[in-house]
């Protein structure tokens, strides 16, 4: 019964509190249950493109035109089991604009737009324009004067005149062609082979192209044309005919034939951006077309070289021939077949800066625009060119380098007129021309100008070391008390030594002529090489003395054969194999490029070495015939004094010529100042080593002084007997005219 009471008493609660609560969608307001209009007090509820509909105690959730339920099929939806997103009509209908349109899809719709030629009409789609009849109607000369207009389904054709074409494009006014410029004129044609037929090809297509049966309507092959242009152009520059790329005449035309045939063919091309490239050669080529000149800027690129240009400066300001093109072609192996004809270069430095010589340190490159104005351009291009990368000998000193923008002009000459370096280093330069031709970097190498001191310093040392030479020479052939093997190589060695420097100050700066600056060079050449093969003859000599004890001597013919015969077989073959190498533009001496400078320092260097080994073995002979038990000890101590003397001579003359090597060097002023004070010494240390310390030379010297003492005052006795009765005055006055003259 109490069990019963309870339930009830449960139930009755829970009448009461299920009377006093609102269902979910409801609110109790004033007693009453009422509907939550849940779109209004929630904001966004549906998410972005869909719409909201409230309902009694609920809502649902539509998607705006366009979009779809993302969470499933259902149409109504809440927020929590689904969600709006747009409908891509142009995938899933690939025809829904027609064919003579493209869909873009856009969020919750598409638009159709039309192609070229056509034009929306509103319920039909995409219908044709009739440029013709609209241009006819605008008085607008959309073919050129000497083409005619013919609509076409979307585009329309311009039906030239003979002697115009429209490059076989529809929407391509006539231009003008000039075929003759294809027109061999006996000049480059003769000079470089190969070059004939690439005019007479283009000949050919430029006639076809603008034949009147053609009417214009021809389909151009401007790819295939330009794949044979340079497949002709590989064969001219091709290694297997290196010589005849060397005339001036030849490269000219071969630049400007190559240029005109870029300029024919980058209309014809199908594409805007067109690159090729061959074992020779490589281009870029870009052809903006349409109504209107094109605007812009327009950035072109090789491995080599790159070019910035706009399509303003490309199009120029004439009458606007319905397209643009520039073109950027690279050469690659054409710097070493232009690597001259730099005079007009040379013509414009002042004439108080150092004398430079030139080099091509670039790649080739010609520029080509659709512009018939190139002379002077509204506004300047940028072309950069990447240095080469085999650096020539001799720059490791960049601060007497620079880098020069040229191109090659009309006669055939490199040139710097209107272009400018804008920026350079190590690797590339980035020149700035208000004209356009063909372009390179020029590595201008300055010469040192050598200071007056220096030159000073150079005469007058050499002066005083002929002098002493002189001496050594008079002195050697005369003094009869010293003659023998080793005066006799004494002799000679200042002989050889006396025209080397000889030479040496009147010619080593005389480069022109050229064949006169080679024959300085080979006797430089030859009589340095015979200084120190005489001075090698005297360390065999001494050898023999120490080592020999009869029989020292070595028969002059021996010695004659040996001391000249040996330089002037080097100096001949050396000739024979390289005679290019006598003679650079800077000096009349060996060439520091090819290798030729060994032919003077490998046998110095041999006998140096060789000259070493007798000086050691003969003052260890010496040493011990010192410690033996009877020594001649005054011959062994000339044959020693002879020994000091050669050892010293020969460090002197390898000394000098330590830093001879580098002589010829860029920037090598202390080095020259070294050289020319070691040269000035070689003639002053043989005389004193080998006149002046030496007894018996110092006794000639002395009895020959004394003879012309005692023969002067035999004449003054002689000129005071004949006069007994003369006065005071007349006796003072001869004995004074006596001591003048002697």
Not at 402 to 407: D, L, V
């Amino acid at each position: 019964m109490g069990f019963k009471r309870e339930l009830i008493f449960l139930a009755l609660m829970y009448a009461l509190v299920k009377c006093d609560t609102c269902r979910v969608g409801l609110a109790k307001k004033r007693g009453t249950c009422v509907d939550i209009d849940e779109c209004n007090d929630t904001r966004n509820l549906c998410g972005n493109d869909s719409r909201c509909f409230n309902t009694n105690g609920s809502y649902y959730c539509q998607c705006n035109p366009g979009y779809i339920n993302s969470k499933g099929n259902n149409t109504n939806f809440t927020a929590v089991d689904g969600q709006c997103q747009d409908i891509n009509e142009c995938n899933n209908n690939k025809n829904i604009c027609g064919p003579k349109a493209s869909c873009s899809n856009l969020y919750g719709s598409y638009v159709c737009n039309c192609q070229l030629g056509y034009t929306n009409v509103s319920g039909k789609g995409c219908e044709d324009i009739d440029e013709c009849w609209e241009a006819e109607k605008e008085e607008d000369d959309i073919c050129g004067e000497k083409g005619t207009c013919k609509n076409l389904n979307g585009s329309y054709w311009c039906k030239c005149q003979k002697g115009y074409t429209n490059y076989g494009k529809e929407r391509m006014p006539c231009s003008e062609l000039n075929c003759n410029s294809f027109t061999p004129d006996g000049g480059p044609p003769q000079t470089l082979k190969g070059l004939g037929a690439i005019l007479f090809m283009m000949r050919n297509s430029c006639l076809a192209l603008s034949s009147s049966s053609a009417g214009g309507e021809g389909n151009a092959e401007g790819d295939a044309l330009l794949e044979q242009l340079f497949t002709a152009t590989e064969e001219i520059l091709s290694p297997r005919h290196p010589g005849h790329l060397n005339s001036t005449e030849g490269m000219s035309g071969l630049l400007s034939t190559v240029e005109k045939s870029i300029l024919f063919i980058g209309p014809q091309l199908k594409g805007n951006r067109t690159k090729i490239e061959t074992t020779t050669a490589d281009a870029e080529i870009a052809v903006q077309r349409g109504k209107t000149p094109p605007t812009g800027q327009v950035h072109l690129e090789s491995e080599n070289a790159s070019l910035d240009i706009d399509w303003t400066t490309a199009a120029g300001t004439e009458t606007y021939p319905g397209f643009a093109m520039a073109a950027l072609l690279s050469y690659k192996n054409l710097e070493t077949s232009m690597n001259h004809s730099f005079n007009d270069i040379k013509k414009d430095e002042d004439e108080d800066s150092v004398e430079s010589s030139f080099q091509v340190f670039s790649k080739v490159v010609s520029v080509v625009v659709s512009n018939p104005s190139t002379d002077k351009l509204s506004h300047h291009v940028n072309i950069t060119l990447r240095h080469l990368q085999v650096v020539p000998h001799n720059i490791e000193d960049s601060s007497n380098v620079s880098y020069i923008c040229a191109y090659w002009d009309e006669s055939g000459a490199w040139s710097t007129h209107g272009c400018l370096q804008q920026y350079s280093n190590e690797t590339y330069t980035i020149c700035t021309c208000n004209h356009l031709s063909s372009f390179a970097v020029l590595m201008a190498r300055h010469k040192m100008k050598h200071t007056f001191g220096l030159m000073v310093v150079t005469k007058i040392g050499l002066i005083i070391s002929l002098l002493c030479l002189i001496l050594c020479i008079l002195t050697f052939k005369f003094c009869r008390s010293i003659q023998g093997t080793r005066t006799t190589i004494h002799l000679h060695l200042c002989i050889c030594l006396f025209m080397a420097d000889l030479v040496f100050l009147a010619g080593i700066s005389q480069t022109k002529p050229e064949g006169g600056c080679k024959f300085v060079a080979a006797l430089l050449h030859f009589f340095f090489l015979g200084v120190f093969t005489w001075m090698l003859l005297e360390g065999v000599q001494l050898y023999r003395m120490v080592v020999l004890v009869f029989n020292a001597s070595i028969r002059p013919l021996y010695l004659y054969v040996t001391g000249y015969g040996a330089p002037l077989v080097i100096v001949a073959i050396s000739g024979i194999i390289r005679p290019q190498g006598y003679g650079t533009d800077e000096h009349c001496w060996l060439s520091l490029n090819n290798g030729l400078i060994w032919s003077f320092f490998g046998p110095v260097c041999i006998i140096i070495i060789l000259n070493v080994f007798f000086f050691i073995i003969t003052v260890w002979k010496l040493a011990q015939k010192f410690t033996s038990l009877n020594p001649d000890l005054s011959k062994l101590h000339k044959i020693k004094a002879f020994t000091v003397t050669a050892i010293a001579q020969m460090c002197i003359l390898g000394l000098m010529w330590v830093f001879g090597a580098f002589l010829f060097e860029e920037d090598t002023t202390v080095v020259a100042y070294i050289f020319t004070i070691l040269n000035s010494l070689q003639g002053a240390l043989v005389f004193i080593m080998h006149c002046l310390l030496s007894k018996q030379v110092r006794d000639e010297y002395a009895h020959f002084l004394s003879c012309i003492c005692a023969q002067e005052k035999k004449r003054y006795s002689d000129f005071s007997s004949t006069n007994p009765s003369s006065s005071q005055s007349q006796s003072q006055s001869g004995q004074h005219t006596g001591e003048s003259h002697i």
